[in-house]
Each structure stands twice: as structure tokens, then as C-alpha cells.
């Protein structure tokens, strides 16, 4: 599903990337874990193509293609979805019409026929009961007003909707309480399957006793510093960063 | 031989040989000599075969207008205007001067046509191909007439009006906008060639939205538009100013006049779209649109609504007014007010609160992008009988880029102590996080755009009538074509 090989990113001209190999199955979950500035939201926003993260050096292959060619919404498109940390507040911009925008625009992107708004409110439906989300919620402008709760349903509910093969979920536990976080990792978890694959960023081990992951890594200065099964998260949650994190501070 | 005609004919033996199109001929073309004077006047008069009260306002503007200079306060920079060098009579022109099919009409504007989804024969009338069998309009206006002859709506031409409804015009033309208002407003009332007139009579709620859409293949209302809409005591009429399509245009200043009536209880929503060509990138060519729009609320318990989508024109002047006379009544403007490229706009509104429990609301969005720079300009003002009088203001810009301007200029004045004035302002601007966010859920730049920029116009945009709501939110994503990145 994807090859990540030798990869160094700048940001601002700042190397945070130092180097990372990386290769997750179809049907894998890989969780990163890792200290503040060890470079785990860099690269989520490597992957998903953002401006101002400069890859130099390394590789990404994506299901067979060089992930360098394809812009943001390309790369979405291909199916490769980022779930935020801190999702954006876009004013006025109900979160019906922005779900039905995107799917749509992906769907066009594929190939596929565009939904009318009839079916994108039935196929809208069966996910919102699940992920508890009230009409209230989709009538607001997108995350405007949402609680920390809130927020990532609604991530998740877009995860549900764009169904892509690879999703990254950046420190989706942040902000979170411990009901919140069982709904989430709940909706995560149904969406797991053998064809999708993804990749868990978090600080803590609490989110990985609800999305068990198949494997784990632990991120430090821009490098993966060790690699386990689920049993790794455990470790850390005991000793800490410290033993991977040699030496110096974390930035 | 009654005074007009006669200095008619005498101007047209003048000029008949020394202009092709000389103005005696009574072809489908016509075209008065290049300039303003009052022979010039006369013949666009005698050409409406108006009554002498008529051509003697005319006259009595033109002489102020002489006097008057061209205002500079607005936040716009444009060459100065030659006056002398413009037609003011051209009749509508000929159907073989048009182009003959779609093929030849310029590829930009089809491009428009075709993302705002205009069936293919509105596109051959928008674009002023010569259409023979006049389709489908004709029976829309038709049918749409004697609808509203059999609610008592009077809604023509007004060089019909005045010939067929002088008492009514004559009681209501210039009580609103008077003759001698303002440089444009006074020019307009010299020249104007054409409009719309609009009477809705004691009670009546008018069966339909009024579009000047339906009035597309009827004169050439050139560049002096006049329009007089009289909402009688209990009446409630909509009115369409334009549409969301741009037209083919080949002149450069246009300075309209709108003046609204309103007497007791009776209510006038009325919106505009406006798209005029804006110019090219490097700011040539594009429309100057000067313009002056006011509705009276003379009566008790009156409201007036303004709502304008304005995406076009190279320079806007213009702020749509009212005057609350009547106790209790209310004044509302909703703007949308998008630039782009080099395009500037210094628009807004005028709330006067004259009358007793008084309120306005105004919430004006500015969207500026590219060079563009844009202002809103508006005055608040609770006269010393204004008791009770209330304004709520919000204006919210948005800058996309980091080379375009955004300017809130609001006049407040308050000779009343029991009155309540309220403004808030806010400037933002389009951040990368919102973009990044869009596209990586697979929108591209321009849908992100759109979609972000729909969303903060919001407020307004909800304000128009369905059907013109769905159209302004595509106009909005096209004007701003280029600025995403």
C-alpha cells in the first residue's frame, strides 16, 4: 500500500525528516508514536502533499505510484485521507454542503457520477446514526462552535464518507475525553477493513487499547528509533521517551 | 410645428449629411452625433415623443449639470471622463450589426455562460445574437403581462409610462433622486433613454418576482437606465435588477438612476446582481458604473429591502438608500461586494431616520482579491424626530492575497438620544489551513475558494430569491477564477 524509502523533509528550510523507512500493508494499522517535535504531524502533511513541506531526498510509493507527481487533491482523490489534529473552522460553510462538495469532487476525480442530494443525504444518514451526529451539528458551518468532541466525529464522519485506502489520523485522542474517545476510536475502528490501511499518530498509548494497532513505531529527531508489535506501546507508556530519545531534548 | 420636433428637424438637417447614421432616418439604427448639448437633448425627447414638462426637467438637470463637478470623495482612481466624446441617443441597434451566431461572440463570455449552466438560446440573447423567432420569451412575457394587468400591476418601459401613465410619473419621477442629486444622477436625468417603471396599486401583493430578465429583448436600455418603482399604501412587490449572466456591452460609463416609492405598509425587496465586465488583468476596458439608487419610505409602517450581488464592472460608485420617513419603518441592505484583478469599489448605503421607531439593518460583505481594492462607504443618521430610532451595522472584509485593499468608512450621526446605533466590523482573511484543509479532502483551489468565500457571504446571498441565489453562488466562484494559489 505504501513505501516510504530514505525520506528527508524541510520545513522552512529546517530539516525535520532525517531519514525515514517505512512500509505498511493493505489492511494494516500502524500507529507512530513519539515526543512532541520528534516530526510526527510533518509527516502526515508530508504524505498528504502540503505546501511548505519540501520533500529532499527519499521516496513515497503509493499502491504502485510515485506519491511526488500528485497534488493535494490528487492524492485525496487516490484515496488518501487526512484526519486533522486541529480541524479548521470554515465559517458559513455548512458541514452538509462541504461533505456533499467533497465527496462529490473526489467521486468526479474517480471517475464516478456525482450524487444528487437525495442519495448523498441517505448515504449521509447511515453514517451520522452511527457516529452520533445530530442535524444541529451538520447545519453549522464546518467545526465552527464544535466542541473537541464534535470535531473528530465529524472527522471521522468525512473519513466514513471519502471511504479512502489510506487514512493517517493525527493525534485524533487530543483533546479528547474518555466518552469521546471510545465514540471515535469506535467509528475508526468499524471502518477498519482488508483493502484500508492506516497510520495513527499519537503521544499516548490510551488511544492504541481502543484502535489496536498491528504495528508500532516510535518516532524520534525526524527517524523511526524502534519498531514492534502493539506490545511496543505498552513498553513506552512504562519507561517513556527517554530511552529513544537519546541524549538530547526533544525540540 | 410644436418647439420639439421643430429643433429636431433642425438638428437633423444640421447633421443629417455629415453622419452615416444621422438621426432623421427611421431605420433600426440610429445614433445621435457624439456629444451633449441641448439639441441634443431635445431630439432624445422629441425621439420618446415626450411631454414638454418632461423635456423641460431634462433641460432644467442639463443646465445644473453644467454647474456641477464630478465627485472625487470615493476611494476610486479612473481616467477622467470625456464627456463630449460619448453617444447619448442610439437606438436599439439592428439585428444583422449583432453577430450572426455564437460563433463569433467572444469565447471568455460563452465560458461564463456555460459554468453558470445558461441554456444555449439565453445565451444567443444574452450574448445579442440575432434570434428571429423571438422563442420562448415572448409567450413568458406575455402571459406574464396579462397576469399582471389582472392584479392592477403596471410594469412597462417608462418612455410607455410616460405616454401611457404621465400622471403617475410626473407625481413620482425625481421625488426621490430630484433632478438635481448628484453629478451622475443629474446627468442621468438629462439623458436617460430608458428603464423600467413599476406601479403597484393600494393592497395588491404582486403574483410574481419583476425581473427586468424579461424585458432582455425589448430596447437597448443603454447606459442612462431610469427606473421608478411606486409600491402603493399595503402593496408587496420583488423586483430582479439584472442578471447573474454578463451582457454584451459596448458602452463604458453607465450612471442609472433607481428611485423607490413606498407609502403606508407597503414593502419593496429589491435585488441586483450585477456583472458587468470587469475589465482584463491588466485593467482595460471594463465598465464604469456610477450609479444612485434611493427608496422613500414615505409611508407608515413601510420597509424597503436592498440586496446586491456585485461581481462586475472595472469601477463601482454606488449605495443604494433609504430614507425612513414614515413612523416605523424599516431599511434593510445586504452587500456582497466582490473585486478582482485591478477592479475598484466604493459601495454602501445610506440609513436616514427621519421618522418615529425607526430601524435599519445593514450587512455588507467585501471580498477583495488580486490588486483589487474595495470600500464600503455608508452613513447612518437619526434625525432629531428619529425617537426610538435603531441601526445595526455589520461589515465583514475579506482579503484573499496580500497585494489588494479592503476599507470600512462608516458615517454615523445621531441627533437623537433615544436612538440606538450598533456597528460591528471585522477583516480576515482566507487562511492557507482553510485551503489545505479543502484539498485534502479533494477539492481543488478555485472549488476551495468558492466554497469558502459563498460561505462568508452566507448572510447576504440567502437574502436573494431562490432561483438568483443558485446562479450568484457559481458568479461567485467564477469572479474570483485566478486569485486561489
Given at each position: 500500500?505504501?513505501?516510504?524509502?530514505?525520506?528527508?523533509?524541510?520545513?522552512?528550510?529546517?530539516?525535520?525528516?532525517?531519514?525515514?523507512?517505512?512500509?505498511?500493508?493493505?489492511?494494516?494499522?500502524?500507529?507512530?508514536?513519539?515526543?512532541?517535535?520528534?516530526?510526527?504531524?510533518?509527516?502526515?502533511?508530508?504524505?498528504?502533499?502540503?505546501?511548505?513541506?519540501?520533500?529532499?531526498?527519499?521516496?513515497?510509493?503509493?499502491?504502485?505510484?510515485?506519491?511526488?507527481?500528485?497534488?493535494?487533491?490528487?492524492?485525496?482523490?487516490?484515496?488518501?485521507?487526512?484526519?486533522?489534529?486541529?480541524?479548521?473552522?470554515?465559517?458559513?460553510?455548512?458541514?452538509?454542503?462541504?461533505?456533499?462538495?467533497?465527496?462529490?469532487?473526489?467521486?468526479?476525480?474517480?471517475?464516478?457520477?456525482?450524487?444528487?442530494?437525495?442519495?448523498?443525504?441517505?448515504?449521509?444518514?447511515?453514517?451520522?446514526?452511527?457516529?452520533?451526529?445530530?442535524?444541529?451539528?451538520?447545519?453549522?458551518?464546518?467545526?465552527?462552535?464544535?466542541?473537541?468532541?464534535?470535531?473528530?466525529?465529524?472527522?471521522?464522519?468525512?473519513?466514513?464518507?471519502?471511504?479512502?485506502?489510506?487514512?493517517?489520523?493525527?493525534?485524533?485522542?487530543?483533546?479528547?475525553?474518555?466518552?469521546?474517545?471510545?465514540?471515535?476510536?469506535?467509528?475508526?475502528?468499524?471502518?477498519?477493513?482488508?483493502?484500508?490501511?492506516?497510520?495513527?499518530?499519537?503521544?499516548?498509548?490510551?488511544?492504541?487499547?481502543?484502535?489496536?494497532?498491528?504495528?508500532?513505531?516510535?518516532?524520534?529527531?525526524?527517524?523511526?528509533?524502534?519498531?514492534?508489535?502493539?506490545?511496543?506501546?505498552?513498553?513506552?507508556?512504562?519507561?517513556?521517551?527517554?530511552?529513544?530519545?537519546?541524549?538530547?531534548?526533544?525540540? | 410645428?410644436?418647439?420639439?420636433?421643430?429643433?429636431?428637424?433642425?438638428?437633423?438637417?444640421?447633421?443629417?449629411?455629415?453622419?452615416?447614421?444621422?438621426?432623421?432616418?427611421?431605420?433600426?439604427?440610429?445614433?445621435?452625433?457624439?456629444?451633449?448639448?441641448?439639441?441634443?437633448?431635445?431630439?432624445?425627447?422629441?425621439?420618446?415623443?415626450?411631454?414638454?414638462w418632461l423635456?423641460?426637467w431634462?433641460?432644467?438637470?442639463?443646465?445644473?449639470?453644467?454647474?456641477?463637478?464630478?465627485?472625487?470623495?470615493?476611494?476610486?482612481?479612473?481616467?477622467?471622463?470625456?464627456?463630449?466624446?460619448?453617444?447619448?441617443?442610439?437606438?436599439?441597434?439592428?439585428?444583422?450589426?449583432?453577430?450572426?451566431?455564437?460563433?463569433?461572440?467572444?469565447?471568455?463570455?460563452?465560458?461564463?455562460?456555460?459554468?453558470?449552466?445558461?441554456?444555449?438560446?439565453?445565451?444567443?440573447?444574452?450574448?445579442?445574437?440575432?434570434?428571429?423567432?423571438?422563442?420562448?420569451?415572448?409567450?413568458?412575457?406575455?402571459?406574464?403581462?396579462?397576469?399582471l394587468a389582472?392584479a392592477g400591476v403596471i410594469f412597462c418601459p417608462i418612455s410607455e409610462a410616460v405616454r401611457e401613465h404621465p400622471e403617475l410619473v410626473q407625481k413620482y419621477l425625481g421625488s426621490v433622486v430630484p433632478y438635481?442629486?448628484?453629478?451622475?444622477?443629474?446627468?442621468?436625468s438629462?439623458?436617460f433613454?430608458d428603464g423600467s417603471f413599476v406601479y403597484i396599486p393600494k393592497g395588491v401583493r404582486c403574483p410574481m418576482e419583476l425581473s427586468t430578465?424579461?424585458r432582455?429583448?425589448?430596447?437597448?436600455?443603454?447606459?442612462?437606465e431610469r427606473t421608478l418603482i411606486v409600491a402603493d399604501e399595503g402593496s408587496y412587490v420583488s423586483y430582479l435588477e439584472?442578471?447573474?449572466?454578463?451582457?454584451?456591452?459596448?458602452?463604458?460609463?453607465?450612471?442609472a438612476v433607481v428611485e423607490l416609492v413606498l407609502l403606508d405598509d407597503a414593502e419593496i425587496k429589491y435585488s441586483?446582481?450585477?456583472?458587468?465586465?470587469?475589465?482584463?488583468?491588466?485593467?482595460?476596458?471594463?465598465?464604469?458604473?456610477?450609479?444612485t439608487k434611493r427608496a422613500a419610505c414615505r409611508g407608515r409602517n413601510s420597509k424597503v429591502s436592498w440586496?446586491?450581488?456585485?461581481?462586475?464592472?472595472?469601477?463601482?460608485?454606488?449605495?443604494p438608500s433609504c430614507i425612513l420617513q414614515g413612523?416605523?419603518s424599516i431599511g434593510?441592505?445586504?452587500?456582497?461586494?466582490?473585486?478582482?484583478?485591478?477592479?475598484?469599489?466604493?459601495?454602501?448605503?445610506?440609513?436616514?431616520?427621519?421618522?418615529?421607531?425607526?430601524?435599519?439593518?445593514?450587512?455588507?460583505?467585501?471580498?477583495?482579491?488580486?490588486?483589487?481594492?474595495?470600500?464600503?462607504?455608508?452613513?447612518?443618521?437619526?434625525?432629531?424626530?428619529?425617537?426610538?430610532?435603531?441601526?445595526?451595522?455589520?461589515?465583514?472584509?475579506?482579503?484573499?492575497?496580500?497585494?489588494?485593499?479592503?476599507?470600512?468608512?462608516?458615517?454615523?450621526?445621531?441627533?437623537?438620544?433615544?436612538?440606538?446605533?450598533?456597528?460591528?466590523?471585522?477583516?480576515?482573511?482566507?487562511?492557507?489551513?482553510?485551503?489545505?484543509?479543502?484539498?485534502?479532502?479533494?477539492?481543488?483551489?478555485?472549488?476551495?475558494?468558492?466554497?469558502?468565500?459563498?460561505?462568508?457571504?452566507?448572510?447576504?446571498?440567502?437574502?436573494?430569491?431562490?432561483?438568483?441565489?443558485?446562479?450568484?453562488?457559481?458568479?461567485?466562484?467564477?469572479?474570483?477564477?485566478?486569485?486561489?494559489?
Amino acid at each position: 500500500m505504501l513505501e516510504i524509502k530514505g525520506l528527508h523533509a524541510d520545513v522552512d528550510g529546517k530539516e525535520i525528516l532525517k531519514g525515514i523507512d517505512l512500509s505498511i500493508g493493505e489492511g494494516e494499522v500502524h500507529a507512530i508514536m513519539g515526543p512532541n517535535g520528534s516530526g510526527k504531524s510533518t509527516l502526515s502533511y508530508v504524505l498528504s502533499g502540503r505546501d511548505g513541506y519540501d520533500v529532499t531526498a527519499g521516496t513515497i510509493t503509493y499502491r504502485g505510484r510515485d506519491l511526488s507527481e500528485l497534488s493535494i487533491e490528487e492524492r485525496a482523490a487516490e484515496g488518501i485521507f487526512l484526519g486533522f489534529q486541529y480541524p479548521v473552522e470554515l465559517p458559513g460553510v455548512s458541514s452538509t454542503t462541504f461533505l456533499k462538495t467533497a465527496l462529490n469532487a473526489v467521486r468526479r476525480q474517480r471517475g464516478q457520477d456525482e450524487l444528487d442530494a437525495v442519495q448523498f443525504m441517505k448515504r449521509l444518514r447511515v453514517h451520522t446514526k452511527a457516529l452520533n451526529i445530530s442535524d444541529d451539528m451538520l447545519r453549522r458551518g464546518v467545526n465552527v462552535g464544535f466542541s473537541g468532541g464534535e470535531k473528530k466525529r465529524n472527522e471521522i464522519l468525512q473519513m466514513a464518507l471519502l471511504e479512502p485506502h489510506f487514512a493517517v489520523l493525527d493525534e485524533t485522542d487530543s483533546g479528547l475525553d474518555i466518552d469521546a474517545l471510545k465514540v471515535v476510536a469506535e467509528g475508526v475502528n468499524a471502518l477498519r477493513g482488508p483493502k484500508r490501511s492506516m497510520l495513527v499518530i499519537t503521544h499516548y498509548q490510551r488511544l492504541l487499547d481502543y484502535i489496536v494497532p498491528d504495528y508500532v513505531h516510535v518516532l524520534a529527531h525526524g527517524r523511526i528509533a524502534r519498531s514492534g508489535g502493539k506490545e511496543l506501546a505498552l513498553e513506552l507508556e512504562e519507561k517513556g521517551y527517554g530511552a529513544f530519545v537519546s541524549g538530547t531534548e526533544a525540540a | 410645428m410644436s418647439y420639439t420636433s421643430e429643433t429636431a428637424d433642425q438638428v437633423s438637417s444640421i447633421a443629417g449629411d455629415k453622419y452615416k447614421y444621422g438621426f432623421v432616418t427611421d431605420i433600426d439604427t440610429e445614433l445621435a452625433p457624439k456629444g451633449l448639448n441641448e439639441d441634443i437633448i431635445r431630439f432624445i425627447s422629441a425621439k420618446k415623443e415626450e411631454p414638454e414638462w418632461l423635456l423641460e426637467w431634462r433641460l432644467r438637470a442639463y443646465r445644473r449639470w453644467l454647474q456641477m463637478e464630478e465627485p472625487s470623495w470615493a476611494k476610486v482612481e479612473y481616467p477622467e471622463i470625456d464627456f463630449q466624446d460619448a453617444y447619448y441617443y442610439a437606438a436599439p441597434k439592428s439585428k444583422e450589426d449583432g453577430p450572426k451566431s455564437l460563433d463569433e461572440v467572444d469565447p471568455e463570455l460563452l465560458r461564463t455562460y456555460e459554468k453558470l449552466g445558461i441554456p444555449l438560446h439565453e445565451q444567443q440573447m444574452l450574448a445579442g445574437v440575432a434570434v428571429d423567432a423571438v422563442f420562448d420569451s415572448v409567450s413568458v412575457a406575455t402571459t406574464f403581462r396579462k397576469e399582471l394587468a389582472k392584479a392592477g400591476v403596471i410594469f412597462c418601459p417608462i418612455s410607455e409610462a410616460v405616454r401611457e401613465h404621465p400622471e403617475l410619473v410626473q407625481k413620482y419621477l425625481g421625488s426621490v433622486v430630484p433632478y438635481s442629486d448628484n453629478f451622475y444622477a443629474t446627468l442621468n436625468s438629462a439623458v436617460f433613454t430608458d428603464g423600467s417603471f413599476v406601479y403597484i396599486p393600494k393592497g395588491v401583493r404582486c403574483p410574481m418576482e419583476l425581473s427586468t430578465y424579461f424585458r432582455i429583448n425589448q430596447a437597448n436600455t443603454g447606459q442612462f437606465e431610469r427606473t421608478l418603482i411606486v409600491a402603493d399604501e399595503g402593496s408587496y412587490v420583488s423586483y430582479l435588477e439584472g442578471c447573474t449572466a454578463p451582457q454584451r456591452d459596448e458602452n463604458q460609463l453607465h450612471a442609472a438612476v433607481v428611485e423607490l416609492v413606498l407609502l403606508d405598509d407597503a414593502e419593496i425587496k429589491y435585488s441586483t446582481v450585477q456583472n458587468w465586465y470587469p475589465g482584463d488583468e491588466n485593467g482595460n476596458g471594463g465598465i464604469y458604473n456610477f450609479v444612485t439608487k434611493r427608496a422613500a419610505c414615505r409611508g407608515r409602517n413601510s420597509k424597503v429591502s436592498w440586496t446586491q450581488v456585485e461581481t462586475g464592472s472595472a469601477v463601482t460608485w454606488k449605495y443604494p438608500s433609504c430614507i425612513l420617513q414614515g413612523d416605523n419603518s424599516i431599511g434593510e441592505f445586504y452587500s456582497v461586494a466582490i473585486t478582482n484583478n485591478l477592479q475598484q469599489a466604493d459601495t454602501g448605503t445610506k440609513m436616514i431616520h427621519i421618522g418615529e421607531n425607526t430601524s435599519s439593518t445593514i450587512i455588507a460583505k467585501g471580498i477583495s482579491a488580486g490588486r483589487s481594492q474595495s470600500t464600503y462607504r455608508g452613513l447612518v443618521r437619526m434625525q432629531p424626530g428619529a425617537k426610538g430610532g435603531r441601526n445595526y451595522t455589520q461589515c465583514d472584509s475579506l482579503l484573499i492575497g496580500d497585494k489588494c485593499g479592503a476599507h470600512t468608512v462608516p458615517y454615523i450621526e445621531n441627533r437623537n438620544r433615544t436612538a440606538q446605533i450598533e456597528h460591528e466590523a471585522t477583516t480576515a482573511k482566507i487562511s492557507e489551513d482553510q485551503l489545505f484543509y479543502c484539498r485534502q479532502r479533494g477539492l481543488s483551489d478555485e472549488e476551495a475558494l468558492s466554497m469558502i468565500v459563498n460561505g462568508f457571504c452566507k448572510q447576504v446571498l440567502q437574502e436573494l430569491p431562490m432561483e438568483f441565489a443558485v446562479e450568484a453562488q457559481k458568479l461567485v466562484g467564477i469572479s474570483l477564477e485566478g486569485s486561489a494559489g
